[in-house]
Nanobody, 123 residues
């Protein structure tokens, strides 16, 4: 299984970015796709998740209203649209995949991880 994340970059505060994660190597029915992030010196934290089949979504409270997760099954791709970005959103963002029966917000619930894409928000 491979998860290829992309779309990170440098953006000013208040700006937007869309991250993409292309999944390959197996069928993902019954799986959940998640986005996590890790800022320098901090632990990895949950951002958002979506089930591959039904599209049920979960968000960290601090991201609700600013971030939107979606998926395109035909392209095996999950997206994270990030709006109203803040300097504290600066982090490496990782996509992950795991069985949907597990908790969506815990990193231990995911079996596969992408390499991460860096998002830097300047003030």
């Amino acid at each position: 299984v491979q998860l290829q994340a992309s779309g990170g970059g440098l953006v000013q505060a208040g700006g937007s970015l869309r991250l993409s994660c292309v999944a390959s190597g197996r069928t993902f029915g019954g799986f959940r796709m998640g986005w996590f992030r890790q800022a320098p010196g901090k632990e990895r934290e949950f951002v958002a998740a979506i089930t591959w089949s039904g599209g049920s979504t979960h968000y960290a409270d601090s991201m609700k209203g600013r971030f939107t997760i979606s998926r395109d099954n035909s392209k095996n791709t999950v997206y994270l649209q990030m709006n109203s970005l803040k300097p504290e959103d600066t982090a490496v963002y990782y996509c992950a995949a795991g069985p949907s029966i597990r908790s969506p917000s815990r990193a231990s619930g995911y079996d596969y991880w992408g390499q991460g894409t860096l998002v830097t928000v300047s003030s």
